[in-house]
Structure formats: structure tokens, C-alpha cells
């Protein structure tokens, strides 16, 4: 009681980095973010009654939390006797929590201003809905609608400067989101000169064409497994039943539809949800497939997450096609989301993220120095990067706008948080050493990605009726998730567990992709990573073969 009462009595206040994800391509952002830079105009002073939605990451029991990590570790080796023993979800909720001190400092600040905290995810996350007037008393900052330079009305409502929540608050949160970001809005599936130069060069590509490509052949879902797969989908990108069936039928597939829709899917169907639902079913044909989106024009990563680990039971295999760069969240944001990460990863669940559309840079970073695209850059996700046909139709060059590098190693270093790609990586910086970027461009002691890469190049995509050419790692993303959804239907069927976190895998089975020989990832500009022999920071440990992977897995127990 006499902690609570210093915390309303205090009026000193720190300035907590409020963490906020962008949009759509990607991601988040922190409160110093420029709005301009990323196309947002400042208007008037939001309504006092229009509702602000806040997140918040409750501070955790240490123990619980290096309790998640060893059980990440071992769980997802295929070398140790603890593959594929997932918890249950039950056993996750008892053994990662919030201390329950923080959670009854928070809670007790949110009702001093009359405000209802909803406890999310695993028990850790905190939402709460506020009027602007009150985000405004609660955090300092006044909040204002800002309007997006490209129309459409895209309008969000942000805090004006930097929000701020009493110092004796500060220990008992790692993150706040959803005032101060900024995201940058995806207005073209196919955007600069990297993109147009691999359309031109390449061919087009349909379910056949990847589907010969990567050894899936006839395979298809048994109808006999718990194997399931989903979209997740950002800033109201919505799909089209319709236009999902003209593509089913024009490419042969047979009719599927979507199992479950998670959220308001009305309106026309959008490029980036029309490619991810049309070729994760492609390829993942008669695995049952969700759809997961979000409204407005956030990239609300925390409240997707939330959502996913407050079931019993979620689709198995996640693909996400946003990011952003690494450096517009701070680093115990990203250590934070990287754990609710692993936590989907214990329970089973596989999640890739397209590697980004920008190679080493992002789309508003600049090329004095590389930019990590983020989530993709995280430990405990599978980053999809894109490759491309030659004109003879085979595939051995990485494109020029896939996403790769090295994330920051003040946020994740590769020795302590990803330990399995650390031979891999080893090896790349002795085979590429004479076409290495200047040093001082990224951080070489980083977590490297994409893990894996597919063709991204020229998707022949139904939208509105119309079939068209739609290019990027978001087209690589659902295609590595769909074999992914058939390589769990082939395990679950056999009474084994589904492939869960599955880097370790991968990066001890490098046979089992095709190596990705030539190409760079500079996105047409000075500098970027070459592909080499093995993985590299361009395609990964490569692309994959279904039958291949079908055949490690399946030995695995």
C-alpha cells in the first residue's frame, strides 16, 4: 500500500520509450519518430471522446522466463530427446508470468483515471481503451489525428510528443504501445527500380511452377491431421472470397476455403491478403487455413500476439508478410516480443516472417548503413527471403529487394541468441570475405537472416477479378509456410508433433535446400550482402525440397 501510494503521488517523471508498431509493410516505431518521414501530417487536436487502444507488457518472474528459454532451446533441437514435447498451454500459462506486484502497480495506476485493463496473452500483456482526453492526463501528451500524405483516409490518432508514465511505474512495464508510432503504409505491392528490373528478367510464376520447383508434386493435405495454417494480416488488408475462388479454379486447385476468419474481413480484397491466402492454400492445399487480420492502419503486433497465445489452441504455422527496421523499436521492446515468440514456439507453432522488400536498407532509413528489417531479424522466427527464375526457368539467383543482413547486436547477438546458425554464419564470413560490405555498415555479431528464401518474383495473383503480377518476400512468406503446413499434416499423421520453431531444423539440414549461388541483396544501391556457398545474408540456407525435408522430418521423433 505504501508503494501504491508513492506511485499516485509521484509527479517526477521518467521518460519510458513507448514502443509502437508500424505499419504495413511494417512495423514499429518509438516515440521520437518523425511522422513526416514516413508520410503522416499532424491535424487537429483528436475528439476527447475518440478511444485510443493501449498495450502493455507487464514485467515477468525471471525464473519463468529463463524457464521458456531452455525449454525453447531443447524443444526445437532436433538432436535432443526433448524434440517435439511441447507444453501444454495450461503448463505455459504456470510457468511464464507476470510479477504480481507489477501487475497490481499497473492495474492500480489504469484505475486512478478510470480506465480498464484486460489481461491478454499468457497472463503478461495488458490492453486497455481510453478517450483521447484521458490518454492525454495519463501520459502527458496531447493527442492529435494525423492523416496520411497518400489519401485514402488513412487517419490515426498519436500523442504529440513524447509520452511519459510516472518513474515508480517504469520497473513494472518493458514496453508501452500505441501512442507514439508512426507506421509506414504499404502503398504498392510493387515498389522501385529492384523490383521492376527482377519482373523484367523473370518469368511467371504459379502454383505448378512452385510446386515442380520445391518437390511438393501431388501432395496435398490428408484431412487425417490436427496440421493447420493461417495469414496474419495488418492495416485492413482484407481478402476476397471470390477472387480466391477465380484462382483456385483458373490454377486447378481444388475449391478451399478459408476454415476461420479472426476479425472484420469486409470490404474488396487487398493485394497483399489475396497473395498470402491464394498461395498459402496453394501450396498447403486442403490443410485447413485461418485468417487473422487488424483494423485500422497500426501494425499491431502485440495485440495479434496477444490474441494467438490466449487460446488453447491457434493455427501451427503463421505467415506474416510486414516489418520493419530493427532500429524504430528499442531493444527490450524486441528482446520482449522475441519472447512471446518463443512462447508460440513451446506450444508448437511455427511463425515466418517475410525478410523485406528493401535488401540491406528500409524503405525510409536511408543507405548511409544497413537497417535490419524487423521481426523479421528476431531469434525466435523463421525469416522468408525471395529469389527469382532465370529466363531458362531454373532458380539460382537471391533478388536484388530481399531483406537480409545482420540485426542489431545491441539488441540480439548470435552466440547467446541463436547458437544454431553460428557454424553457418562462420563459414559465409570465410567463403564471402572478399565481397563483404565495409564493416562499419552492419554488425557482424548479430542474429543473421532470412533463414530460408522462395521465389518472390511476378506471383500471378487474383484481385478484383483480374489476374496480375505481384512481386516481394511477401509472396515467398505463405509459399515456405504452405510446405511447412504439409510437412506437420505428413507428421501429425503419423502420430508425431508438428515442426514448431524451425531454424534448428533447417540450419541442420542444409541438404535438403537448394543453394542459392549468385545474386546480392544492395536493392540496386552501393552496398549490399553477395549470395555464397551455404547460408548467406541474401537467401538463407536456401530454398526448400519438399521431399527432402518430408523424409528428415519423418525419422525425427
Not at 495469414?231 to 477465380?246: G, I, M, P, R, V
Not at 511463425?351 to 528493401?358: E, I, N, P, R, Y
Not at 539460382?396 to 545491441?410: H, I, M, P, Y
Amino acid at each position: 500500500h505504501k508503494q501504491m501510494k508513492h506511485l499516485r503521488m509521484l509527479t517526477a517523471t521518467m521518460k519510458l520509450v513507448i514502443c509502437v508498431l508500424a505499419g504495413a509493410i511494417l512495423l514499429a516505431t518509438v516515440a521520437s519518430a518523425a511522422p513526416a518521414s514516413l508520410g503522416w501530417v499532424k491535424g487537429d487536436r483528436a475528439p476527447e471522446d475518440a478511444l485510443v487502444r493501449v498495450h502493455f507488457g507487464v514485467a515477468q518472474e525471471t525464473e519463468g522466463v529463463e524457464s521458456l528459454r531452455q525449454k525453447f532451446l531443447s524443444v526445437s533441437d532436433p538432436a535432443s530427446g526433448d524434440y517435439a514435447k511441447y507444453w501444454a498451454h495450461d503448463e505455459l500459462l504456470r510457468t511464464v508470468v507476470a510479477r504480481p506486484e507489477s501487475m497490481a502497480a499497473l492495474q492500480e495506476w489504469l484505475a486512478e483515471f478510470g480506465v480498464e485493463g484486460v489481461v491478454r496473452g499468457t497472463g503478461d500483456l495488458v490492453s486497455a481503451e481510453m478517450t483521447a482526453a484521458t490518454a492525454a492526463r495519463m501520459f502527458g501528451a496531447p493527442v492529435h489525428v494525423y492523416q496520411h500524405a497518400a489519401g485514402n483516409a488513412r487517419t490515426i490518432l498519436r500523442a504529440e510528443t513524447t509520452a511519459s508514465v510516472p518513474a515508480a511505474l517504469a520497473p513494472h512495464v518493458d514496453f508501452v504501445f500505441g501512442l507514439s508510432n508512426f507506421p509506414e503504409v504499404r502503398l504498392s505491392q510493387q515498389e522501385g527500380a529492384a523490383v521492376a528490373a527482377a519482373v523484367q528478367l523473370g518469368n511467371s510464376v504459379t502454383p505448378a511452377v512452385l510446386r515442380k520447383l520445391y518437390s511438393v508434386g501431388d501432395n496435398v493435405g490428408s484431412g487425417a491431421s490436427n496440421s493447420s495454417q493461417a495469414c496474419a494480416e495488418f492495416q485492413h488488408q482484407s481478402y476476397s472470397k471470390t477472387d480466391l475462388h477465380l484462382f483456385e479454379s483458373h490454377f486447378d486447385i481444388a475449391e478451399q476455403d478459408v476454415r476461420t476468419v479472426y476479425g472484420d474481413n469486409s470490404g474488396l480484397g487487398h493485394t497483399e491478403a489475396n497473395l498470402d491466402v491464394q498461395y498459402v492454400i496453394a501450396m498447403g492445399q486442403k490443410v485447413p487455413t485461418d485468417f487473422w487480420i487488424e483494423t485500422g492502419y497500426s501494425f499491431d503486433l502485440v495485440q495479434w500476439v496477444g490474441e494467438v497465445l490466449s487460446k488453447p489452441h491457434s493455427p501451427l504455422v503463421w505467415s506474416v508478410s510486414y516489418g520493419e527496421a530493427l532500429s524504430a523499436v528499442t531493444a527490450d521492446y524486441a528482446r520482449r516480443l522475441d519472447g512471446e515468440f518463443k512462447k508460440m514456439a513451446v506450444l508448437g507453432v511455427s511463425v515466418l516472417f517475410a525478410s523485406g522488400d528493401s535488401g540491406v536498407y528500409s524503405r525510409s532509413g536511408g543507405t548511409a548503413s544497413f537497417h535490419p528489417s524487423y521481426p523479421a531479424c528476431l531469434p525466435s522466427v523463421t525469416a522468408v527471403g525471395a529469389t527469382q527464375l532465370d529466363s531458362d526457368g531454373a532458380e539460382t539467383t537471391a533478388v536484388a529487394f530481399s531483406g537480409g543482413g545482420f540485426s542489431l547486436d545491441t539488441y540480439f547477438k548470435r552466440s547467446a541468441d541463436a547458437p544454431w546458425q553460428a557454424d553457418a554464419v562462420s563459414t559465409y564470413f570465410s567463403e564471402a570475405a572478399s565481397t563483404l560490405p565495409p564493416a562499419n555498415m552492419y554488425h557482424a555479431d548479430g542474429v543473421g537472416f532470412p533463414d530460408v528464401s522462395a521465389q518472390g518474383v511476378n506471383f500471378q495473383v487474383y484481385l478484383d477479378f483480374f489476374r496480375m503480377g505481384v512481386s516481394g518476400t511477401s509472396a515467398s512468406c505463405p509459399t515456405v509456410a504452405g510446405i511447412v503446413g504439409l510437412l506437420n499434416d505428413a507428421r501429425m499423421k503419423a502420430g508425431k508433433g508438428p515442426l514448431g520453431f524451425l531454424n534448428q531444423l533447417f540450419y541442420k539440414n542444409g541438404a535438403a535446400f537448394r543453394d542459392i549461388l549468385k545474386g546480392d541483396n544492395n536493392n540496386n544501391n552501393q552496398y549490399g550482402f553477395t549470395a555464397a556457398k551455404g547460408w548467406d545474408p541474401t537467401s538463407g540456407m536456401g530454398t526448400p525440397n519438399f521431399e527432402q525435408l518430408k523424409q528428415v522430418v519423418m525419422q525425427l521423433q
